[in-house]
């Protein structure tokens, strides 16, 4: 997939879908429930079927992005390799990791590109051959007993903690919706479920945070207005100026002239 610019893309959740992402060309970051990634032309992401959005690293400016994924699916894992996916209890620890392109997955990437520019030489066979290949390779990466073990394990997200990912996203420009699609689950599950942990409405909770951040920025540091309002999460000047009055009685600009004084 070839990109000239975007800001925030979700990968939607779908069952049982797990992946691997060359960046091939510029920067992208992916925002997973609890880890926030960096990506260059010399990583990858590693991913089980779990909720995430893709950024774009330099929303400033357009940048071409080239990315090349591999989807992974069970049933045609294990038409491939002739064995149920249920049979092992291996775990790995991590719904996302970040992976350097050592010598052999830069071999594959650049096997896969050959087989894309020349469709014509592409079968059936010589696609399952290859996901064969990149199963092999990532399972002796990831030090797996074997690739029954690992592919069993891909397909089993690990869990994560509804208030871990609430607080590692709660200065990030995410609306409710956002949040809530990080967490998978509906809006009016997550409102349920974030007074159930936080004892408050999700947009109060969120908003005081950041205003709170934000009064320590100003009284702690000489950055603008504008740059504090970016830092804390709001991707407009005039919603931030809005919530900190409402909160604090004074404009952003007022308030820290009083503090001057």
């Given at each position: 997939?070839?990109?000239s610019?975007f800001?925030?893309v979700?990968?939607?959740y779908?069952?049982?879908e ?8 510029g ?22 079927c779990?909720?995430?959005?893709v ?17 992974l ?10 064995f149920s996916?249920f ?10 990791k970040?992976?350097i ?36 390779i990532?399972?002796?990466i ?21 208030k ?18 990080l ?13 159930e942990?936080?004892n ?10 950041k205003i709170?951040?934000?009064?320590f920025?100003?009284?702690s540091?000489?950055d ?24 604090t ?5 007022e308030?820290?002239l009083?503090?001057?004084?």
């Amino acid at each position: 997939m070839i990109v000239s610019h975007f800001d925030r893309v979700p990968k939607e959740y779908i069952e049982n879908e797990a992946c691997f992402v060359f960046v091939n060309e510029g920067e992208i970051s992916v925002r997973a429930p609890d880890h926030y990634i960096h990506l260059t032309n010399n990583s990858g992401i590693l991913a089980k079927c779990i909720p995430y959005f893709v950024e774009n690293s330099n929303s400033t400016f357009d940048q071409k992005i080239e990315v090349l994924g591999i989807m992974l699916y069970p049933e045609v894992i294990e038409e491939l390799f002739n064995f149920s996916l249920f049979d092992s209890s291996y775990k790995l620890n991590y719904n996302e990791k970040k992976l350097i392109i050592d010598q052999q997955l830069q071999s594959f990437k650049e096997s896969i590109l050959l087989l894309i520019n020349n469709p014509e030489i592409v079968d059936e066979d010589m696609i399952g051959l290859k996901i064969k290949e990149f199963i092999l390779i990532i399972s002796k990466i990831e030090n797996a007993p074997s690739s029954l073990e690992f592919l069993s394990a891909l397909f089993q997200p690990a869990r994560f903690d509804f208030k871990k990912v609430v607080e590692q996203n709660l200065f990030s420009d995410l609306s409710i919706e956002q949040l809530a699609s990080l967490t998978n689950t509906s809006l009016s599950s997550f409102k349920r479920k974030f007074n159930e942990v936080f004892n408050d409405t999700p947009n109060h909770y969120i908003n005081s945070k950041k205003i709170e951040k934000a009064i320590f920025k100003i009284l702690s540091s000489a950055d603008s207005i504008s740059q504090i309002a970016y830092e804390v999460g709001y991707d407009s000047l005039a919603t931030f100026n809005r919530n900190f009055k409402k909160i604090t009685g004074k404009s952003p600009t007022e308030f820290k002239l009083s503090q001057n004084d």
